[in-house]
């Protein structure tokens, strides 16, 4: 036995090394295996809101993204009853609401749009919401669709942690949780807010758009388009 080798755990009967304090989604990735997700960012500490990267760790569901791995874990991560949950969640989200992908800007590179197509969602399948959020044009440079929020609070962590201006906040409880813009008016045209933040680009749908610059890469060119977001995995640029 070398015992320079790292630890490992199985992910689907396959070994995984992992270094000490990795999370369990981090060392699958940087192994090659993709679990997943909609609210993890190799870029930012977890935060383990959205629930799609679920495992079961030895017998009990763990999210992947908050839990660190363990020498000798045993890992299920794409199962059938798994991928089922997952699926079911997507169409949870797709219905909460307003993502109609063939006429939004972010369509081919949408993690959420990705992950449903991964996870092989037919359709929504539970009764549309229809909610009445309003889009925010105030912005010289940017749109605000509230419409396809889906609260991965990537935005809120990059625009205090990255560009240090905390633009961005959760309001409300439960169903009525939603976005805020952190302005008295509550418009992103009365914020810091540049073009060049971190926070202006980490949407992984189609909530923060750059105006202007609406499908200057065509319709099936797009990084989804090109590529499953399984085989991204090993390779973090791509985000």
């Known amino acids: 036995m070398n015992d320079d080798a790292p630890p490992t755990f199985t992910l689907d009967g396959e070994d995984v090394p992992f270094e000490p304090g990795e999370t369990i989604i981090a060392a699958a990735r940087r192994a090659g295996f993709y679990v997943p997700h909609l609210c993890w960012h190799p870029d930012f500490p ?33 199962t059938e009853e798994l991928d089922a949950h997952r699926k ?6 797709f219905v909460e609401g307003n993502h109609f992908c063939p006429s939004c800007e972010k369509s081919g590179n949408c993690v959420l749009q990705a992950t449903a197509y991964e996870m092989g969602m037919e359709g929504p399948h539970f009764e549309e919401f229809y909610p009445n959020r309003p889009v925010d044009a105030s912005h010289p440079d940017i749109l605000l669709d509230f419409n396809r929020c889906i609260l991965c609070e990537l935005c809120v962590r990059a625009s205090r942690d990255v560009d240090h201006k905390n633009v961005f906040a959760i309001g409300g ?6 976005l805020v813009v952190n302005a008295p008016s509550g418009k992103l045209g009365d914020t810091a807010m540049a073009l060049g933040d971190r926070a202006a680009d980490v949407c992984p749908v189609g909530v923060i758009l750059t105006k202007r610059r609406g499908f200057v890469i065509p319709i099936g060119e797009r990084r989804f388009d090109r590529h499953p977001i399984s085989a991204e995995v090993g390779d973090e640029d791509a985000r």
């Open 173 to 178: 409880h439960g169903i009525g949780s939603h």
């Open 46 to 78: 977890p935060h383990g809101s959205c629930r799609i990267c679920t495992v079961r760790v030895d017998g009990r569901a763990a999210a992947a993204c908050t839990t660190k791995a363990a020498a000798g874990q045993e890992v299920e991560n794409r």
């Open 88 to 93: 079911t969640m997507l169409q949870m989200l």
